[in-house]
């Protein structure tokens, strides 16, 4: 079992904070689908918080179905930090997690995210800082380094669990890397190796349920995050979940789960941010979700321009009635990972 300080999670595998996707409503879907042990917020700036930057709170709203929920700050100031992080401790987060590992100019540029990585003494100020203002685990989202020549992430976990950190979360690329090349898993498990005493959670390019337990083989990690496959397919924590615990992976869904999850996803949107926000985000969502389902060209066309949630309604209808119950094979680039399915290809 997989706990963080006292907080003991379901299952072993993360939802990992992705800026612009991992809002509420994506959270939402994705544990509607099962297999989530702990999903986080994006990365959300202390100060924002602070200020009561209305997209600050909006992105910080925490929907009493998606719990538990770890909320992730970012910020340069302990005490913003630990005011943020009270301010979300009273508002339900079960976790507050520290970003380390976001390359983005603008946050690198404030001192802030990845910029932490060269700055090991300023992390665990702001770490300090967390751990003495909340009473829930505090945890860090690490990459391993800055680049390939100063692979500082265990130093830097070991300072951090001494200062309080209840759990470690590695990316296991630099910043440097940005999302290219490969993840390294050997670094991950000189993490695991050097800080001992608490979960260290593994992170990056897991695909498929085999992936996350080569990832736990490989470097002992005690669970592990998924991030931008989940979006692709919102099953593969459930599968991961399974796989670890039995060894067998669940059923694909059949096309009408598919489309009934894409009305939910919608249907969260739509009530989480209006129609107008809800029609514009979904537009560019669903290209992941028909691209999965294998909708002809012509259909993805029609559905570029929806503005209202009645449009919305009435193309999900027409390819309600069209479809037949089928599983759909799961769409993925990893060979290895073939549920078993005896369905027709859709
Ligand atoms: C669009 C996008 C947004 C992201 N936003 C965040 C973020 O807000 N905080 C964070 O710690 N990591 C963020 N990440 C990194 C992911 O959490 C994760 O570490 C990375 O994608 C590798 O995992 P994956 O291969 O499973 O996606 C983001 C990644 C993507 C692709």
Known sequence: MLALGRLTLSTRILLAPMARIGDASFRLTVRHCGGVGLASTELLSARGLLEESSASLALAAIEAEDRPLCVQLFGTEPYEMAEAARRMADRGAAAIDINMGCCVPKIVGRGAGA??????????????????????????????????????????????????????????????QKFTGEVLLEPIARVVERVGTV????????????????????????????????????????DAHAYLSTGCIPPPPTRRQWLALIRTH???????????????????????????????????????NFADAQT???????????????????????????????????
């Open 199 to 238: 979960p260290v959670i593994g992170n990056g390019d897991v695909r498929s349920p085999q992936d996350a337990a080569r990832m736990i083989a490989q470097t002992g990690v005690a669970g592990v995050m998924i991030g931008r496959a989940a979006k692709r397919y919102p099953w593969l924590l459930r």
């Open 115 to 176: 910029a932490l990585l060269r700055r090991p003494a300023q992390a665990v100020r702001l770490l300090a800082a967390v751990v003495q203002a909340v009473p829930l685990p505090v945890t860090a989202k690490l990459r391993l380094g800055w680049d390939r020549t100063c692979l500082t992430a265990s130093d830097l976990a070991a300072d951090l669990v001494s200062a309080g950190a209840a759990g470690i979360i590695v990316h296991g690329r630099t910043a440097e």
């Open 266 to 304: 919608f249907e969260h949107l739509h009530r989480l941010r209006g129609e107008r926000l809800a029609c514009a985000i979904f537009r560019q969502r669903m290209s992941y979700y028909f691209a999965a389902l294998g909708l002809p060209r012509a259909d993805r066309e029609r559905f570029r």
């Open 312 to 346: 919305f309604d009435r193309f999900m209808r027409s390819i309600e009635e069209a479809t037949a119950d089928v599983t759909v094979p799961r769409n993925t680039p990893v060979t290895t990972y073939q549920p078993s399915s005896t369905a027709r290809t859709v």
